[in-house]
C-alpha cells in the first residue's frame, strides 16, 4: 500500500529501530516546550483568529470559523413561532445526545424529574462513541486524585478552574465505580482487577479502558440505560435557539425537525447544554477525529442568550491522526499506541520527541518536523511522521496490538497495512475544544439562571490542553452533576412567558458593531475534512 519512496523511508525507520528501543528519549525542557508551542502550535497563528464584536466575550478572540457563527443573524429571528403553542414541557431538557447528555438525563430522571434528551442525530452519534483511548482516575494504592490534579494542572498549563478540576479528580474514582456497576466491559486481569496504563503527561498509570472501543462501550452502556429508564430522546431534531421567559430565566429551546423542517416549542424549567466539541467546523482546515454532529451548536446557542465564553481561543489538535491512506485522512489513532511503545519517528529514522509528551507538545513538534526541520515523509495529501507500531510487539510481545488496539490493527489492515509489520503515517487532527461555555463549580451559567452545561461544550475544566482520558472522565463527572443539579433546581423554578427577545437586542448588538452578517447564520450541519498544510 506504500510508495517506493515510503517503503525507502520505512527502511531508515528498521535499521534505527534496535538503537531507539535502547535509548529513550529525553524529554523537553518547559522553555523549551513554550518556544515550540508558539512557534507551531495552530493556536498561535494570528490568521486563525478574528476578535468577537459583541457579546459578553468582546474584544477578545476566537478561531475565524466560529467568529462567522457568531456574528450572524439568527435563523429564526423572522419566522413566524407561536410560542403560546409549547409541543414538549419537560422539567429538564437536556441538549444533546452524547455521553454528558446521557449522564445528565439519566441522574435527573434518577432524582425524580420529568426529563426529555433532543439531539440533531441519534443517540450515541457524538464524541463519545468516537473516543479509543480510555479514561483516567486515581483509584489505584500508589495514586492519589491530588497526583491527577497536579498532572491535569500542569498538562492544562496551569490555566484550569481550580473548582472544576478538583470535582474532576475527586469524583474520578467513583465514576468508575458508577459506570463499571452500569455494565461497562474494563479492561482486567485474570483476577478482576482494571487494568491501566500510562498517558501523556500523566505520572501514574491511571487510564482505564476497554481495549481501544472505550468511548463505544461507555456509550452503549449509557444509551441502554436511557433507553432502559424510559427517557423520551427526540432524534433527528436540532435545537437551534434558547427560550427565555419574561424573568429573564432560560426557559427551553426552540427545535427545527431536521426531516419535515418544521419548528417546535420545548418549554423546560432548567435546560442543560451538552451539545459536544467543534471539529467539524475544521478549523484552520485541519482535518478532524471528530463525529460529523461537532458543530459548535451550544457555544452559538448559549452566547446569543448571554452565557459567556472561556478559553474560546484555545484548541486540541491530536498529534496522531491518520495521515495515510485518504480514505482514514485525520481519524484518531489513539495515544495508547503511543502508551504501549510506538516511538514518534521522522523520514530520517529519527525519534524526534519523547513520544508521551502531553498532546499540545507533541502536535507542535510534529508540526514543526515535517516543516522547518523537513523530515517529514510525502504523501500524495500532504506530510506526515512515522508512529513505529512494530516496536508495540517487540516490547509486548505477540499479539498485543490485537489484544490491546484491535480497532486500530482493523482499521488500517482495511487498507492493506499491517501495523505490527509496519509503521503508520500520523499528522495532527483537529480533536477536542478546549474552550467553551464558562459554568461554575455546580455546573450553572452564572450568568444565565437555569442553564446548565456538561462535557466538551464547558470551557476550564482542563485549562489550555487537556490530557488522555480527562475528556471522558469529565463527561460523566459534569454530566451526571448537571442531571442532579437541573433536577433539584427544577424543583423551585416558576415560569413565566415565554420569548425570544435576546435574538432581537442581540441583532442590534450586531448592527451597532456594524458587524457584516449574512441573512441568517448557516444551519450547523457538518462538511466533510479538508486540509491544506
Same mark, same amino acid.
Given at each position: 500500500?506504500?510508495?517506493?519512496?515510503?517503503?525507502?523511508?520505512?527502511?531508515?525507520?528498521?535499521?534505527?529501530?534496535?538503537?531507539?528501543?535502547?535509548?529513550?528519549?529525553?524529554?523537553?525542557?518547559?522553555?523549551?516546550?513554550?518556544?515550540?508551542?508558539?512557534?507551531?502550535?495552530?493556536?498561535?497563528?494570528?490568521?486563525?483568529?478574528?476578535?468577537?464584536?459583541?457579546?459578553?466575550?468582546?474584544?477578545?478572540?476566537?478561531?475565524?470559523?466560529?467568529?462567522?457563527?457568531?456574528?450572524?443573524?439568527?435563523?429564526?429571528?423572522?419566522?413566524?413561532?407561536?410560542?403560546?403553542?409549547?409541543?414538549?414541557?419537560?422539567?429538564?431538557?437536556?441538549?444533546?445526545?452524547?455521553?454528558?447528555?446521557?449522564?445528565?438525563?439519566?441522574?435527573?430522571?434518577?432524582?425524580?424529574?420529568?426529563?426529555?434528551?433532543?439531539?440533531?442525530?441519534?443517540?450515541?452519534?457524538?464524541?463519545?462513541?468516537?473516543?479509543?483511548?480510555?479514561?483516567?482516575?486515581?483509584?489505584?494504592?500508589?495514586?492519589?486524585?491530588?497526583?491527577?490534579?497536579?498532572?491535569?494542572?500542569? !498538562?492544562?498549563?496551569?490555566?484550569?478552574?481550580?473548582?472544576?478540576?478538583?470535582?474532576?479528580?475527586?469524583?474520578?474514582?467513583?465514576?468508575?465505580?458508577?459506570?463499571?456497576?452500569?455494565?461497562?466491559?474494563?479492561?482486567?486481569?485474570?483476577?478482576?482487577?482494571?487494568?491501566?496504563?500510562?498517558?501523556?503527561?500523566?505520572?501514574?498509570?491511571?487510564?482505564?479502558?476497554?481495549?481501544?472501543?472505550?468511548?463505544?462501550?461507555?456509550?452503549?452502556?449509557?444509551?441502554?440505560?436511557?433507553?432502559?429508564?424510559?427517557?423520551?430522546?427526540?432524534?433527528?431534531?436540532?435545537?437551534?435557539?434558547?427560550?427565555?421567559?419574561?424573568?429573564?430565566?432560560?426557559?427551553?429551546?426552540?427545535?427545527?425537525?431536521?426531516?419535515?423542517?418544521?419548528?417546535?416549542?420545548?418549554?423546560?424549567?432548567?435546560?442543560?447544554?451538552?451539545?459536544?466539541?467543534?471539529?467539524?467546523?475544521?478549523?484552520?482546515?485541519?482535518?478532524?477525529?471528530?463525529?460529523?454532529?461537532?458543530?459548535?451548536? !451550544?457555544?452559538?446557542?448559549?452566547?446569543?442568550?448571554?452565557?459567556?465564553?472561556?478559553?474560546?481561543?484555545?484548541?486540541?489538535?491530536?498529534?496522531? !491522526?491518520?495521515?495515510?491512506?485518504?480514505?482514514?485522512?485525520?481519524?484518531?489513532?489513539?495515544?495508547?499506541?503511543?502508551?504501549?511503545?510506538?516511538?514518534?519517528?521522522?523520514?530520517?529514522?529519527?525519534?524526534?520527541?519523547?513520544?508521551?509528551?502531553?498532546?499540545?507538545?507533541?502536535?507542535?513538534?510534529?508540526?514543526?518536523?515535517?516543516?522547518?526541520?523537513?523530515?517529514?515523509?510525502?504523501?500524495?495529501?500532504?506530510?506526515?511522521?512515522?508512529?513505529?507500531?512494530?516496536?508495540?510487539?517487540?516490547?509486548?510481545?505477540?499479539?498485543?496490538?490485537?489484544?490491546?488496539?484491535?480497532?486500530?490493527?482493523?482499521?488500517?489492515?482495511?487498507?492493506?497495512?499491517?501495523?505490527?509489520?509496519?509503521?503508520?503515517?500520523?499528522?495532527?487532527?483537529?480533536?477536542?475544544?478546549?474552550?467553551?461555555?464558562?459554568?461554575?463549580?455546580?455546573?450553572?451559567?452564572?450568568?444565565?439562571?437555569?442553564?446548565?452545561?456538561?462535557?466538551?461544550?464547558?470551557?476550564?475544566?482542563?485549562?489550555?490542553?487537556?490530557?488522555?482520558?480527562?475528556?471522558?472522565?469529565?463527561?460523566?463527572?459534569?454530566?451526571?452533576?448537571?442531571?442532579?443539579?437541573?433536577?433539584?433546581?427544577?424543583?423551585?423554578?416558576?415560569?413565566?412567558?415565554?420569548?425570544?427577545?435576546?435574538?432581537?437586542?442581540?441583532?442590534?448588538?450586531?448592527?451597532?458593531?456594524?458587524?457584516?452578517?449574512?441573512?441568517?447564520?448557516?444551519?450547523?450541519?457538518?462538511?466533510?475534512?479538508?486540509?491544506?498544510?
Amino acid at each position: 500500500m506504500y510508495t517506493e519512496e515510503m517503503q525507502k523511508s520505512i527502511k531508515k525507520v528498521e535499521e534505527t529501530r534496535q538503537q531507539r528501543m535502547e535509548n529513550e528519549p529525553r524529554r523537553m525542557s518547559a522553555e523549551e516546550k513554550e518556544e515550540l508551542l508558539k512557534g507551531f502550535h495552530p493556536d498561535y497563528r494570528e490568521e486563525g483568529f478574528v476578535e468577537i464584536k459583541v457579546g459578553p466575550n468582546k474584544g477578545q478572540k476566537i478561531p475565524v470559523e466560529l467568529g462567522k457563527l457568531l456574528h450572524s443573524n439568527s435563523r429564526i429571528l423572522n419566522e413566524k413561532i407561536d410560542l403560546n403553542q409549547v409541543d414538549y414541557d419537560v422539567d429538564v431538557l437536556v441538549i444533546g445526545g452524547g455521553g454528558a447528555g446521557s449522564s445528565a438525563a439519566i441522574e435527573a430522571k434518577e432524582a425524580g424529574a420529568n426529563v426529555m434528551m433532543v439531539t440533531k442525530l441519534r443517540i450515541g452519534d457524538a464524541n463519545t462513541m468516537m473516543a479509543e483511548g480510555g479514561i483516567q482516575a486515581a483509584d489505584k494504592e500508589n495514586d492519589s486524585p491530588v497526583q491527577h490534579y497536579l498532572d491535569a494542572f500542569g !498538562g492544562g498549563h496551569f490555566a484550569a478552574r481550580p473548582e472544576l478540576l478538583k470535582r474532576l479528580v475527586m469524583e474520578a474514582p467513583d465514576a468508575i465505580e458508577w459506570l463499571n456497576e452500569l455494565g461497562v466491559m474494563f479492561d482486567k486481569d485474570s483476577e478482576g482487577n482494571m487494568v491501566t496504563t500510562h498517558g501523556g503527561g500523566t505520572s501514574r498509570k491511571r487510564m482505564h479502558a476497554c481495549k481501544d472501543y472505550s468511548g463505544a462501550e461507555i456509550m452503549r452502556t449509557l444509551r441502554d440505560e436511557v433507553l432502559n429508564l424510559g427517557i423520551p430522546v427526540v432524534e433527528f431534531t436540532s435545537a437551534i435557539e434558547l427560550l427565555k421567559d419574561d424573568k429573564g430565566q432560560v426557559a427551553g429551546a426552540v427545535l427545527l425537525n431536521m426531516e419535515t423542517g418544521d419548528f417546535c416549542v420545548a418549554r423546560a424549567k432548567t435546560v442543560v447544554i451538552a451539545t459536544g466539541g467543534a471539529g467539524r467546523l475544521h478549523y484552520q482546515d485541519f482535518p478532524t477525529s471528530n463525529h460529523y454532529g461537532a458543530t459548535a451548536d !451550544g457555544l452559538v446557542m448559549g452566547y446569543r442568550a448571554g452565557a459567556p465564553l472561556l478559553y474560546q481561543d484555545t484548541i486540541q489538535y491530536h498529534p496522531t !491522526g491518520a495521515a495515510y491512506p485518504a480514505q482514514i485522512f485525520g481519524a484518531l489513532v489513539t495515544e495508547k499506541v503511543r502508551s504501549l511503545g510506538a516511538m514518534l519517528v521522522n523520514s530520517e529514522g529519527e525519534a524526534f520527541m519523547h513520544p508521551l509528551e502531553t498532546r499540545d507538545v507533541s502536535a507542535a513538534s510534529i508540526i514543526r518536523e515535517c516543516s522547518a526541520n523537513g523530515k517529514g515523509i510525502d504523501t500524495p495529501i500532504g506530510k506526515g511522521i512515522w508512529l513505529d507500531t512494530p516496536m508495540i510487539e517487540m516490547l509486548g510481545g505477540e499479539g498485543t496490538i490485537e489484544k490491546r488496539i484491535p480497532a486500530m490493527l482493523r482499521m488500517f489492515m482495511n487498507y492493506d497495512i499491517d501495523m505490527r509489520k509496519e509503521p503508520i503515517l500520523i499528522y495532527p487532527t483537529l480533536h477536542y475544544q478546549n474552550g467553551g461555555l464558562e459554568i461554575n463549580g455546580d455546573g450553572f451559567v452564572a450568568a444565565l439562571d437555569n442553564l446548565l452545561v456538561a462535557g466538551e461544550a464547558v470551557g476550564g475544566i482542563h485549562g489550555r490542553n487537556r490530557l488522555m482520558g480527562n475528556s471522558l472522565l469529565d463527561i460523566i463527572v459534569f454530566g451526571r452533576n448537571a442531571g442532579k443539579a437541573a433536577a433539584k433546581k427544577a424543583g423551585e423554578v416558576t415560569l413565566g412567558n415565554l420569548n425570544l427577545d435576546h435574538l432581537q437586542a442581540y441583532e442590534e448588538e450586531l448592527k451597532e458593531a456594524q458587524v457584516q452578517t449574512d441573512d441568517v447564520s448557516p444551519l450547523l450541519l457538518p462538511r466533510y475534512a479538508r486540509h491544506e498544510r
